[in-house]
């Protein structure tokens, strides 16, 4: 299946009653789509904030940003996507020998599959949480659903840090769960040189319903999901991003007007409002 009627289908799974057994076939099968087809359904990277830019394609992809000194890159895609990180960022005259840092957002095959590859070429640092750095081996519970993946040992926990700063860039990570028990969002402020403006960046770590297909007791897994969003939901953010950037429609506001288009400070709230009142509708068929 193509990953647009994927796409299409995930829309569907949103809005209709929530099915488990077909929700997991369906992530199972974008997984192996992307896997399989990297090229095929890659986009052309853009720029969505002064120094960050996404490269991937609709479903799944990575941030990188410049701090000045080096790269940050957030997320690493999956293992086959790898080339096309890499060809993503020297599309933005940057060379990928230059991430000085990869952070993860949860252990999930679609966001950490590339991580070793990644690792071994630049020799960045890489960080996770504690909470899910017990699953960087366990192919089962990130969803690797076969596909290649390398194991890796990550350098730091964000739990034991403060801010991660490189360059002009000092990155909050805040420790959500729910998606995964150590689901991470993370804060930055980022400068436009050019007007001296400056905006709150914030990508969120990962807002899938997926964590309901092995829960014991989906009502309380379903509690934890609300409290870990409204844990985030009062921060300022003026420009939102999230790796599934359907989330929020970045590729398609930025092939519009570019970058700015972004900029909403209503995006952030109104993308946990729309997951927490799905989420309400889910809780319904378990009651
Ligand atoms: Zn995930």
Redo the contacts with the bound molecule.
Sequence with gaps: MALSQLLWLEVMDLSSRYDLMAAKKHEEDVMNEISKNPMGSAVSPVQVAPHVFYAGNKWVGVFFIDTGDGLILLDTGVASQYPIIMDGIRSFGFDPKDIKKVLL??A?Y??CGSMSKILEYTKAKSYVSKLDAVFLDDTKAL?THGNEYSPFNPDYYYEELEDISQGRISIKPVVIGA??PG?TCFFFTDVDEETGKEYKVAVHG?L?Y?FLHTAKDPIAAIDCYRKAQMAVYDCPVDIALSFHTYNLQILEKVAESGWKNLINQDAWKAMLDDRLEKISDIEKEFI
């Design positions: 957002s949860h999930h679609d966001h969803l998606h995964t689901t990962g899938g997926v």
